[in-house]
């Protein structure tokens, strides 16, 4: 009952090999790297739920990723680490609520009123953070200690040491991952894509989309946290430009590059987006001109060209039509 | 026994010093066909956003299977056992043919929020809802081509699957603009034979343009000129009037 | 709060209304003809910002600053359009966003690349530099109100444009039914070049005429595009009737917001537009 064409499938096979093996061939910057990526992979599925399948564009998603990093901050005394197992939970369900309490105003609008509405939104949060010294203000806010996670008295495993943190964020990216696409064909996945495709009719066959809408809004915010937490966890530093339509906006991308509506799309995209970043940023010097230092312009070029040239990323470059709408149906039982 | 299963009272809609449709009333039988039919502008698509919850009435009332529905929303209004097909056609034109009836289906189990299996379960186990696809695919004659996708099939099928998305949300009521518009001879043929076979099970409300298939299907027709009923009485009735046949029959035939 | 602190903050509630409205009208023109969303609005304005900050040190004159930048901005503009925004006009509002964030990079470098990343200061002509007395300590700079003035006649001609002339009556023709107006031989390509212009046109005026007032630095274009967004989404899109009316609400609610209740004043221009949003959803002025 797959989406994916079989080629695409074997690809990503591979790929989900080299990242189970990758930390034993390349160095703990390396590693920690492509943790980096991962953790923005997490943020790129959340939002491809939101924007994939139900078809809406949110310019403020980034918001729910930096208050999660921001309850770490404020849950992490500043003389010890604070326990793993009750600040994620705390930092996820906060982030969720956060996007219920916004979702609420922001989901009767629709099309381009809720790009807007979402985009402004999102920046309330931020010049909340901005402004206020209490909350960290424009310099943020430090983790000075990474959680532990004891289980009575003894630790289970060590977040400090790059190896462990990034076979968990591997865990959590791929557990994230399999929710997802069980989502995706489960009651609640196949009427947001209904949604999606024609709202209308929806609600003349008797489902409540406003609900369903929300619901989307809220349990995407929630993963974002997931993600956010994860960016605290690993950087030990937050600021609000992880919260601003900046951030939101190169999610977007992130999505966009892979492919929408299918998840893994969604990772490749994020570690395309990374790694074209990170290229980009090294550039090297061309006579008196130093390109990296230039890399917005280079950036923003490549952005505008995808738009102009590639939108439906990179697996829909691969195959035609990628984007096949899912079979309900257990073929093997029809009436 | 028949019963009336959807009783519209004195519906009204303005915009603005316009009345779009003024003081109709309607009443729907199970096992009857009641056609709604006048000429462009007369109000009958506005009636019908009215009677499915898509319009507010400036005043009247609508009740159905005894419920007072008036003012509710589209999708409060289908739960109550209302099933529309619309004269544009509005399908999910990605999805497959058992796929856009499939949603119609899941639409009527219990959404249940709290339970964890309507996020986590596939679809496609429900049983249930498996049953009321291909019911309704094989009441609408589209069984064969269940895994065609919308957008591919022929305008007439696409017309039979505007009322198999309908028919799958088991409605008592069903109401329908235009079933036949762009149709071809053969095709309008096979819809009026579908539409006769849904007769039996529902009440139906019917908006035509097609004069044969209005005269072959009704039971009872309501003649609208400028948003206000003018006619309303048997085929027979209906034909003889001379208000009628001055204001639209006269003109069309 | 006395009289005459009411009164500037009132003058400086209007003033910066009026400058909101500049960039709303031209974002929310371009919305509801073209149906083209443009995140990097906000970059017209930095570029008018920057454009009187160079063109002023060079003529040593503001009027012809102003009339220099418009005319450099209002040229870029049909350039964009031409190359770019033209082939926007039927994509969806996703890859909208996208286009225009990516320029919003692009113009960013481009800024640094040619003005450097400093803060510059751009000086008040002598003819406006002087002030009014309102009491014996307190006066109102004439520049302020030379700027309010200059957004007065602008809008004014705005609205005379778009309701009294046949142009507008093309504009307006164009924006209901695009595939009528060019079955009636309206020109439609060329009115929207010329609306996107316009568009380009206020945003570039209101950043040259601000810049005396505000400074010029990076970034400014993003600031000004939140607040921007906020006005087209209370007094609704497509609407520069509802902008104007949105703009001056939030230059009151703001001002008067900082005065007042200082801690949460970034705060009050967005609750009042959640507030705005759960009574009408599409904005006070739907169109």
Same mark, same amino acid.
């Given at each position: 009952?797959?989406?994916?064409p079989?080629?695409?499938?074997v ?5 989900l090999?080299a990242?189970?093996?990758f930390p034993?061939v390349?160095? /703990?910057?390396y590693?920690?790297?492509v943790?980096r990526m ?8 959340s939002l491809?739920?939101l924007q994939?399948v139900a ?5 403020g ?6 208050l ?11 003389? #010890?680490?604070?326990g793993l197992?009750?600040t994620?939970?705390l930092a996820v369900?906060g982030s969720?609520l956060?996007?219920?309490v916004?979702g609420?105003?922001v989901?009767r609008?629709?099309g ?14 931020y010049?909340l953070?901005f402004?206020?010294k209490a909350l960290g203000?424009s /310099?943020?806010l430090?983790i ?8 009575a008295?003894?630790?289970?495993? /060590?977040?400090d040491s790059p ?5 968990f964020t591997?865990?959590l990216?791929l557990l994230?991952?399999?929710f ?6 489960s009651?609640?996945g196949?009427?947001l894509?209904?949604?999606?495709v024609?709202e ?6 008797g ?5 369903y809408?929300?619901s989307?809004f809220?349990l995407?915010g929630?993963l974002a946290?997931l993600?956010g937490?994860?960016w605290g ?5 937050i600021?609000?430009e992880?919260?601003?339509f900046?951030?939101?906006a190169n999610a977007?991308?992130?999505?966009i590059?892979?492919g929408?509506?299918?998840f893994?799309g ?5 570690f395309?987006? #990374?790694?074209v970043?990170?290229?980009?940023? /090294?550039?090297p010097q061309?006579?008196?001109?130093n ?6 312009l ?5 952005i ?6 590639a ?6 470059l ?5 984007r096949v #709408?899912?079979a309900?149906e ?6 | 026994?028949a019963?009336?299963?959807l ?7 303005r915009?603005g ?5 003024d003081?109709?009333?309607?009443d ?5 066909i009641h056609?709604?039919i006048?000429?462009?502008g ?7 956003n009215l009677?499915s919850?898509d ?10 299977g005894?419920?007072?529905?008036t003012?509710?929303s589209?999708?409060?209004?289908s739960r109550?056992g209302l ?8 399908i ?6 058992w796929d856009?009836?499939?949603l ?6 219990a959404?249940?929020?709290?339970n ?5 379960q596939p679809?496609?186990r429900s ?5 009321r696809?291909?019911?309704?695919l094989?009441?609408?004659?589209l069984?064969h081509?269940h895994g065609a ?10 017309r ?9 949300t088991e409605p008592?009521v069903l109401?329908l603009d ?6 071809g ?5 096979k819809?009026?034979?579908l539409l ?17 298939a ?10 609208m ?7 309303s009485?048997s085929p027979?009735?209906i ?15 | ?7 500037i ?6 003033q910066?209304g009026l400058l909101?409205?500049?960039l709303a009208?031209?974002l929310t ?7 083209v ?8 304005y930095?570029?008018g910002a920057?454009?009187?900050?160079a063109?002023s040190?060079?003529?040593g004159?503001? =009027?012809?600053?102003?009339?220099g930048?418009v005319?450099i901005a209002?040229a870029?503009g049909?350039g964009l359009?031409?190359?770019l ?8 509002h996703l890859?909208?966003?996208?286009l225009t964030?990516g320029?919003i ?5 481009l800024?640094?690349?040619l003005w450097?990343?400093d803060?510059?200061g ?6 406006l530099?002087?002030s009014?007395?309102? =009491? ?5 700079p004439?520049?302020?109100?030379f700027?309010a003035g200059?957004c ?6 705005l609205y005379?444009?778009i309701?009294?002339?046949?142009l ?6 164009g924006?209901?039914?695009?595939d009528?107006a060019?079955?009636?031989g309206?020109n439609?390509?060329?009115i ?10 206020l945003?570039?005026?209101?950043g040259?005429?601000?810049a005396p007032?505000?400074s010029v630095y990076?970034?400014?274009g993003s ?7 906020v006005?087209v ?6 609407s520069?009737r ?12 703001? =001002?008067f ?5 200082p ?13 705005v949003?759960l009574?009408k959803p599409?904005g006070l002025?739907k169109?």
């Amino acid at each position: 009952m797959d989406v994916l064409p079989r080629g695409v499938r074997v690809a990503l096979g591979l790929g989900l090999a080299a990242l189970l093996v990758f930390p034993f061939v390349g160095s /703990d910057f390396y590693a920690q790297m492509v943790t980096r990526m991962m953790i923005l992979a997490i943020l790129a599925m959340s939002l491809d739920l939101l924007q994939g399948v139900a078809g809406l564009v949110s310019l403020g998603h980034a918001a729910f990723f930096g208050l999660a990093g921001y309850a770490l901050a404020f849950l992490t005394p500043q003389g #010890e680490p604070v326990g793993l197992w009750w600040t994620l939970p705390l930092a996820v369900l906060g982030s969720g609520l956060a996007a219920l309490v916004i979702g609420f105003f922001v989901v009767r609008t629709h099309g381009i009123y809720f790009i807007m509405v979402t985009m402004a939104f999102a920046q309330m949060v931020y010049f909340l953070f901005f402004d206020n010294k209490a909350l960290g203000g424009s /310099d943020g806010l430090y983790i000075n200690f990474r959680p532990g996670a004891e289980i009575a008295g003894r630790t289970v495993f /060590d977040l400090d040491s790059p190896l462990t943190l990034y076979y968990f964020t591997l865990a959590l990216m791929l557990l994230v991952y399999f929710f997802l696409r069980r989502l995706l064909w489960s009651p609640f996945g196949r009427a947001l894509a209904g949604i999606r495709v024609n709202e209308h009719r929806m609600r003349a066959m008797g489902f409540g989309t406003f609900g369903y809408k929300l619901s989307a809004f809220t349990l995407a915010g929630a993963l974002a946290g997931l993600a956010g937490y994860l960016w605290g966890v690993q950087s030990g530093y937050i600021n609000p430009e992880l919260m601003g339509f900046h951030m939101s906006a190169n999610a977007i991308m992130m999505v966009i590059l892979g492919g929408m509506g299918n998840f893994a799309g969604a990772i490749v995209g994020a570690f395309t987006f #990374e790694t074209v970043l990170h290229l980009l940023k /090294d550039l090297p010097q061309l006579g008196s001109v130093n390109l990296g230092k230039h890399w917005q312009l280079w950036m923003g070029s490549f952005i505008v060209l995808v738009v102009l040239f590639a939108s439906r990323g990179v697996l829909g470059l691969l195959q035609p039509s990628v984007r096949v #709408e899912p079979a309900s149906e257990d073929r093997s039982q029809h009436g | 026994m028949a019963e009336i299963v959807l009783s519209a009272r004195h519906l009204t809609r303005r915009f603005g010093g316009l009345a779009a449709v003024d003081d109709v009333s309607v009443d729907l039988w199970r096992g009857r066909i009641h056609a709604v039919i006048g000429p462009n502008g007369a109000g009958k698509s506005t009636l019908a956003n009215l009677l499915s919850g898509d319009l507010l009435p400036s005043s009247g009332s609508v009740l159905i299977g005894g419920q007072d529905t008036t003012g509710w929303s589209p999708e409060r209004v289908s739960r109550a056992g209302l099933g529309r097909s619309y004269q544009k056609t509005n399908i999910f034109l990605p999805f497959s043919v058992w796929d856009n009836a499939f949603l119609g289906a899941q639409s009527r189990e219990a959404q249940q929020p709290w339970n964890p299996l309507r996020w986590l379960q596939p679809a496609a186990r429900s049983q249930r809802a498996r049953e009321r696809c291909a019911g309704a695919l094989a009441l609408a004659g589209l069984s064969h081509r269940h895994g065609a996708i919308a957008g591919t099939i022929s305008h007439g099928e696409q017309r039979q699957l505007e009322i198999a998305m309908a028919l799958a949300t088991e409605p008592q009521v069903l109401l329908l603009d235009e079933p036949l518009a762009g149709m071809g001879a053969a095709e309008a043929h096979k819809m009026v034979e579908l539409l006769l076979r849904l007769k039996q099970e529902h009440a139906m409300l019917l908006v035509e343009h097609d004069m044969d298939a209005v005269f072959t299907l009704a039971d009872h027709l309501t003649v609208m000129v400028n948003g206000q009923v003018i006619a309303s009485g048997s085929p027979a009735d209906i034909r003889a009037d001379p208000m009628v046949q001055a204001a639209y029959l006269g003109e069309e035939h | 709060m006395d009289l005459p602190t009411f009164l500037i903050q009132l003058l400086n509630s209007v003033q910066y209304g009026l400058l909101l409205f500049m960039l709303a009208a031209g974002l929310t023109l371009i919305f509801g003809i073209m149906g083209v969303v443009n995140l990097a609005h906000g970059s017209f304005y930095m570029l008018g910002a920057y454009l009187a900050y160079a063109l002023s040190a060079l003529f040593g004159s503001l =009027t012809l600053a102003i009339i220099g930048g418009v005319g450099i901005a209002v040229a870029f503009g049909l350039g964009l359009e031409w190359l770019l925004f033209r082939h926007f006009y039927r994509r969806d509002h996703l890859d909208q966003v996208l286009l225009t964030f990516g320029l919003i990079y692009v113009f960013e470098e481009l800024r640094s690349i040619l003005w450097g990343d400093d803060v510059h200061g751009v000086p008040v002509p002598d003819l406006l530099a002087a002030s009014i007395p309102l =009491t014996d300590n307190l006066s109102y700079p004439v520049y302020r109100l030379f700027m309010a003035g200059l957004c007065i006649a602008l809008a004014l001609g705005l609205y005379l444009l778009i309701s009294k002339t046949r142009l507008g009556m093309k504009i307006r023709a164009g924006a209901f039914n695009r595939d009528m107006a060019e079955a009636l031989g309206i020109n439609i390509k060329r009115i929207h070049a010329l609306v996107f212009a316009l568009g380009v046109g206020l945003a570039a005026v209101a950043g040259i005429i601000a810049a005396p007032v505000s400074s010029v630095y990076p970034n400014m274009g993003s600031q000004v595009l939140i607040m921007c967004f906020v006005v087209v989404v209370i007094g609704g899109i497509g609407s520069v009737r509802g902008a104007l009316i949105s703009a001056l609400l939030v230059g009151l609610v703001d =001002t008067f917001g900082k005065v007042l209740l200082p801690q949460a004043a970034g705060m009050l221009v967005y609750i009042l537009m959640a507030a705005v949003l759960l009574w009408k959803p599409e904005g006070l002025f739907k169109q």
